[in-house]
C-alpha cells in the first residue's frame, strides 16, 4: 500500500470513528504511522474550490481554499454550504421570496431590483391615497 492509498484508507476509517490504535490493527501499520498520517491529513488538504493541493500550518485551522479568489468563487456557487448558523431568512418586503443575508441582517428585498420596486410602487400607492 503507497502513501497515498494509506491517507486515504486511514482517512475513511477516522471518518468513521476509529480511533489511532484500531487503525493501526485494521491496517496493520505502527500507531506511529497512524498518527503521522493523520497529522498529515489535517494539514494537508485540496482547494474546495480548484482542487489544488495546499498545506496549512500545524496548529493553525485548515485552510479550505488555496486563494480568496477561490473562497470567494465557491461561495458564490455553493450559497446553501456556507455556514447556516451565520446566515438568516428573511422574506423580502416586495416579492415575498426567501432570502438569506449574512448575520442578523436588517436587509428587508432580496435584491436591488425588489428594493428600487418596491419604492417605486410605494411612490404609486402614495399617489393614489393622495
Ligand atoms: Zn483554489
Ligand atoms: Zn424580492
Redesign the pocket.
Known amino acids: 500500500m503507497n502513501e497515498n492509498e494509506l491517507k486515504i484508507k486511514v482517512n475513511e476509517l477516522r471518518q468513521e470513528g476509529y480511533g489511532y490504535k484500531r487503525i493501526a490493527k485494521e491496517l496493520s501499520i505502527t500507531i506511529g504511522t497512524v498518527r503521522y498520517v493523520c497529522l498529515e491529513l489535517e494539514t494537508t488538504g485540496n482547494?474546495?474550490?480548484?482542487?489544488?493541493k495546499?498545506k496549512s500550518t500545524k496548529g493553525k485551522k485548515k485552510k479550505l481554499?488555496?486563494?480568496d479568489?477561490?473562497r470567494l468563487?465557491w461561495w458564490n456557487n455553493n450559497p446553501s454550504k456556507v455556514n447556516k448558523k451565520a446566515y438568516y431568512t428573511h422574506e423580502c418586503n416586495h416579492c415575498h421570496k426567501e432570502f438569506t443575508a449574512y448575520g442578523n441582517s436588517k436587509r428587508l428585498y432580496c435584491s436591488q431590483e425588489c428594493y428600487i420596486n418596491s419604492k417605486k410602487s410605494n411612490e404609486v400607492n402614495d399617489d393614489e391615497a393622495r
Open positions: 482547494c474546495k474550490n480548484c482542487n489544488t495546499i481554499f488555496c486563494s479568489k477561490c468563487q
